[in-house]
């Protein structure tokens, strides 16, 4: 069992060009001031927060990753909830998302370049039968550098978190070149699929 482990580092990836492609995405084009408040605002929370963990076994040809945001972004969304500043509060959502989505892409692309591997299939849990959300409770306990918790609800704590079991090829095996969403067990549930970042 290897355990990787580090900052995520997307606060440095947060240009103005990033921002204008969310906005357009999500339709902010028409709050472009409060679109631009909200990113800064997010950039600023999530620097020197945002890490992620990896336990790779390479025997079992998987991985179990965390990716976080960290917890500043939490609060500064109890800020906003206080103010009733909805839109803010909707564009943080997305932002944070869209971030996490770059953070698996990154993973992605270290597991390959690094260690010549590829994820097969992404796995969250609670997504699935063979993936119920009580298993989270003891895949938590194993990352040893996060401090990622579950609720009484069984929500993530920080909330903007994400932890899923990738199932792994060496990279020489993949036939063929795929999509972050195409190795993912959420597409039907996931109200980001249609609206997915490119690779």
């Known amino acids: 069992m290897m355990d990787l482990f580090g900052p995520l580092n997307l606060s440095e990836m947060m240009t103005e060009s990033l921002m204008e492609e969310i906005m357009v995405k ?17 950039r600023s929370a999530i620097k020197d927060q945002e890490r992620y963990e990896v336990l790779l076994d390479r025997e079992l040809m998987q991985a179990d990753i965390v ?26 959502e997305q932002i944070s998302w869209d971030l996490l989505a770059q953070g698996y892409k990154m993973i992605r692309d270290n597991l390959c370049e690094f ?32 401090d990622i918790s579950l609720s009484h609800a069984l929500s993530l704590s920080p909330s903007k978190s994400a932890v899923f079991r990738a199932h792994l090829l060496l990279a020489e095996e993949e036939a063929v070149e795929h999509g972050l969403c195409s190795t993912c067990n959420r597409q039907e549930r996931c109200e980001y699929y249609d609206n997915r970042l490119s690779d």
């Open 26 to 42: 999500y339709h902010f084009q028409d709050v472009r001031e409060e679109m631009h408040q909200a990113y800064t605002a997010v």
């Open 67 to 92: 990716v976080t945001l960290g917890g500043l972004i939490d609060k500064y969304q109890e800020k906003l909830a206080k103010e009733d500043d909805i839109m803010k509060e909707l564009m943080v």
């Open 115 to 146: 260690h010549g591997l590829t994820m097969d299939k992404m796995h969250f849990w609670g997504g699935e039968p063979d993936y119920p959300l009580e298993g989270l409770i003891d895949v938590l306990k194993r990352f040893q550098h996060l």
